[in-house]
């Protein structure tokens, strides 16, 4: 039964770090080029652009939500499984996300690197 | 990508690992809290270390949030993945461990992910993630021009 909630803890965690990724994402790309922006309408005017768009916010939720789902698994198991899961697993199920809802253009080298982040992190992250 | 915009990836890859260890060493000096006095939670928020901590963590906030401005999700995560690689050093350099022969592996497999993904354009052009027809099964990809 442990088992069964840290894997449900680890696949929430994934799920709405992928989610919040996401989110932030396409809020950034709405909002454009923060560097060119900044020229034209100030670092305040790029901060009030953020902070107004609805779709940051739900992506600031959603990595909360990560958060809090993160220290609920590490209750139920060790640190040394939950922490390489969770973020090892993010790299690829973003990437999913990436290309289906964000329509990213996600060749073989992105699924590659993807494939070997996910590998890398999870040997170092424990 | 120029100059401006390695810096911010850079900045992601350290900012991170640095907010993670000292929010760890601040936390350490408070102690384990328990749920009966989770007021110290506020209370460790203003100790330097986790304050200090909080704050590197903005830093890196801000930093990818400026890197999701002008990249895609999956040039920006594979190439920050580094960050990894930084934590584990800084936390094996903190706690005097050795980096045993798993780490070093897994150093050498996000090293290359990082140098995969950086040698590809950063961004999908605009016109083609607004209004991209599905390419039938089989069919070829269409390459940018």
């Not at chain 1, 696949?11 to 989610?19: E, K, T």
């Not at chain 1, 790299?91 to 070997?116: M, P, Q």
């Not at chain 2, 384990?32 to 890196?60: D, E, S």
Request: charge should be positive; hydrophobic fraction near 55%.
């Amino acid at each position: 039964m442990r088992t069964l909630y840290t894997w449900v803890g680890i696949a929430a965690v994934v799920l709405f770090s992928s989610a919040g990724d996401v989110l932030l994402s396409r809020a950034m790309k709405k909002i454009g080029d923060v560097g060119q922006l900044r020229r034209q309408i100030g670092i305040f005017g790029v901060v009030g652009r953020i902070l107004t768009s609805p779709v940051f916010f739900s992506g600031l939720a959603c990595m909360a939500l990560a958060f809090f789902s993160l220290l609920l698994a590490l209750s139920w198991a060790d640190v040394s499984l939950v922490a390489p899961a969770s973020a090892s697993l993010t790299f690829v199920t973003s990437a999913i996300a990436a290309k289906f809802l964000l329509h990213e253009n996600v060749d073989r080298r992105r699924w590659l690197a993807a494939l070997l982040a996910c590998a890398g992190v999870a040997l170092l992250a424990r | 990508m120029n100059l401006r915009k390695y810096l911010v990836l850079v900045a992601i890859l350290i900012f991170g690992p640095l907010g993670d260890v000292f929010l760890k060493r601040g936390m350490g000096q408070v102690g384990a809290v328990t749920a009966a006095h989770w007021i110290q939670v506020i209370r460790a928020v203003f100790t330097p270390w986790v304050a200090l901590g909080i704050g590197f963590l903005l830093v890196f906030f801000a930093a990818y949030l400026h890197a999701l401005s002008w990249a895609d999700l999956t040039y920006v995560l594979p190439a920050t993945s580094l960050g990894y690689v930084v934590l584990a050093l800084l936390s094996t350099y903190m706690l005097h461990e050795q980096v045993d022969l798993t780490r070093w592996l897994g150093i050498l497999l996000v090293s290359l992910a990082v140098g995969f993904v950086t040698r590809g354009p950063e961004v999908t052009p605009r016109k083609q993630r607004e209004a991209r027809p599905e390419p039938a099964l089989g069919a070829p990809v269409r390459s940018e021009p």
